[in-house]
């Protein structure tokens, strides 16, 4: 276990991120149970994106909305282990995760970042590298400009208020290898895409997406 690793797990108690008692595993045999029957784990492919295939493990609804809701915006960062957890007991998320060479979590600005005190898909993305041995890259995707909330906007403003929000750095850490990036929510996939064109025009030789959640 790593630094950051240890730091987390010192600072988010050890609960169930479902029903809130008390769980070593962050999330307890009843609710896994429960997520389980609402869990789809859908890989969607595409030949008209810049990425190749979607992987989400639920539809946005329900319990899922609620935590994931909690999670970006109600300052239970904890969250993550459980949605951690829950990607990671599932064997068809783990082999998909590990057929790429390189996990990249979708950035936010630095405004926001301090205003939320972290990135909900870095703590996801950090912990599956950790525990399924996948490199994860930092400083690769930088968010340099502040926009609107994607959630505010209809398909087509989200279409342009994504454009030339994203720049790649350290190229040289992800040239001709698979991307797999990692977020929460899939709605009309146009924050992802932008990204993915950017890193295919960088040298990349195949991008995909996972997320908890498609709305």
Known sequence: MNFFNMALDFIFPPICGICGEINKNYICTKCYKDIRRLEKCITNKYNNKYYSEHLYIFKYEGTIRKKIIEYKFEDKAYLYKTF??????????????????????????????????????????????????????????????????????????????????????????????????????????????????NLIKSGVKDVGIITIAKD
């Open 84 to 197: 951690s957890e829950i990607f990671i007991k599932n064997k068809t998320v783990c082999n998909y995760i590990k057929k790429y060479d390189v996990l990249i979590p979708v950035p936010i600005s630095n405004k926001r970042k301090r205003k939320r005190g972290y990135n909900q898909s870095e703590l996801i993305c950090k912990e599956l590298s950790t525990k399924l041995d996948v490199p994860i890259c930092m400083n690769v995707v930088i968010k340099y400009k502040d926009n609107k909330s994607q959630s505010t906007l209809n398909k087509t403003e989200r279409i342009k208020n994504v454009e030339d929000v994203y720049i790649i750095k350290n190229i040289n850490k992800i040239k001709d290898k698979k991307v797999l990036l990692v977020d929460d929510i899939y709605t009309t996939g146009s924050t992802v895409n932008e990204i993915a064109n």
